[in-house]
């Protein structure tokens, strides 16, 4: 059976977090419960015990991220996910058919295997007054990824807003951390940020300004960060979608573990 979560925050996350199957997807499907202002509903389904065997969270009107355990009931997910519409979805290979999902791309779990050393020259950001650039960052590098399309959805201050809203948030609340490399004080060349959750870490972005790529800055953030949030049963993970930005991973100690895939529900 299917219900609705009424109370979205990090503690509702971490609550979930205990009850549900283990696993990156279960990471990665909670953490964007974390980004409460861009949720547009969550659900969770259990079965006749009340073991809770699926979560689906829907953000932005666009996207559902399913996580499915092996007891799922797979027929009231599918016909759930219709009725939400044919959305963008993000769900393990093993169980896309059966929530009635055409696949058409794959992106890449990548998992830190080896601690690597600190970066050089990545300091942590722990003013929120100093997060507009960062953001811009972000921003540059999403419009350059998407060939500065005219179909990219521009970043207006109330996107900016709901942005500093989620990562303030988490850096007040000690979950959220960022790294940067400056070439002066207000000269941002690279950046990264982490969510944390339980034993998961989650770096959901890495951004580098397009004349500074390729001089290890990027590199420098992410290791620094890693540097700061492994502990002894701590997985730090993140998502590829390209071979290219899996080896620049790779050489900060991350190995390719496992999948997740992006489709449309079949209406």
């Given at each position: 059976?299917?219900?609705?979560?009424?109370?979205?925050?990090?503690q509702t996350a971490e609550q979930l977090l205990g009850v549900?199957?283990?696993?990156?997807?279960?990471?990665?499907?909670?953490?964007?419960?974390?980004?409460?202002?861009?949720?547009?509903?969550?659900?969770?389904?259990?079965?006749?015990?009340?073991?809770?065997?699926?979560?689906?969270?829907?953000?932005?009107?666009?996207?559902?991220?399913?996580?499915?355990?092996?007891?799922?009931?797979?027929?009231?997910?599918?016909?759930?996910?219709?009725?939400?519409?044919?959305?963008?979805?993000?769900?393990?290979?093993?169980?896309?058919?059966?929530?009635?999902?055409?696949?058409?791309?794959?992106?890449?779990?990548?998992?830190?295997?080896?601690?690597?050393?600190?970066?050089?020259?990545?300091?942590?950001?722990?003013?929120?007054?100093?997060?507009?650039?960062?953001?811009?960052?972000?921003?540059?590098?999403?419009?350059?990824?998407?060939?500065?399309?005219?179909q990219f959805r521009k970043y207006s201050e109330r996107a900016?807003?709901?942005?500093?809203?989620?990562?303030?948030?988490?850096?007040?609340?000690?979950?959220?951390?960022?790294?940067?490399?400056?070439?002066?004080?207000?000269?941002?060349?690279?950046?990264?940020?982490?969510?944390?959750?339980?034993?998961?870490?989650?770096?959901?972005?890495?951004?580098?300004?397009?004349?500074?790529?390729?001089?290890?800055?990027?590199?420098?953030?992410?290791?620094?960060?890693?540097?700061?949030?492994?502990?002894?049963?701590?997985?730090?993970?993140?998502?590829?979608?390209?071979?290219?930005?899996?080896?620049?991973?790779?050489?900060?100690?991350?190995?390719?573990?496992?999948?997740?895939?992006?489709?449309?529900?079949?209406?």
């Open positions: 059976m299917l219900r609705r979560i009424e109370n979205i925050n990090a549900l199957p283990q696993s990156l997807m279960t990471a990665f499907t909670l953490f964007a419960l974390l980004d409460w202002c861009a949720v547009d509903g969550a659900w969770v389904q259990s079965d006749e015990q009340e073991q809770v065997t699926a979560l689906v969270v829907q953000k932005d009107q666009t996207k559902a991220y399913v996580s499915v355990g092996e007891n799922a009931d797979f027929e009231e997910l599918a016909l759930f996910l219709r009725h939400l519409g044919g959305l963008v979805i993000h769900c393990v290979p093993d169980y896309t058919a059966r929530l009635g999902v055409t696949p058409f791309s794959r992106h890449s779990f990548m998992v830190l295997s080896e601690t690597p050393e600190p970066g050089k020259a990545a300091v942590s950001v722990t003013d929120t007054n100093a997060l507009r650039p960062v953001f811009d960052l972000l921003t540059q590098s999403a419009r350059a990824a998407a060939g500065d399309s005219a900016f807003q709901e942005w500093l809203s989620r990562t303030s948030r988490g850096m007040l609340g000690g979950y959220t951390a960022v790294k940067a490399v400056y070439a002066a004080e207000n000269s941002l060349l690279s950046a990264a940020i982490a969510d944390t959750l339980g034993q998961y870490v989650y770096i959901r972005d890495v951004a580098t300004d397009r004349d500074y790529r390729k001089m290890g800055y990027g590199s420098d953030c992410v290791r620094g960060l890693c540097a700061d949030l492994k502990q002894a049963d701590n997985q730090i993970f993140l998502l590829c979608d390209d071979l290219k930005t899996e080896r620049f991973y790779q050489k900060s100690g991350f190995a390719r573990q496992g999948s997740v895939e992006l489709g449309i529900v079949e209406l």
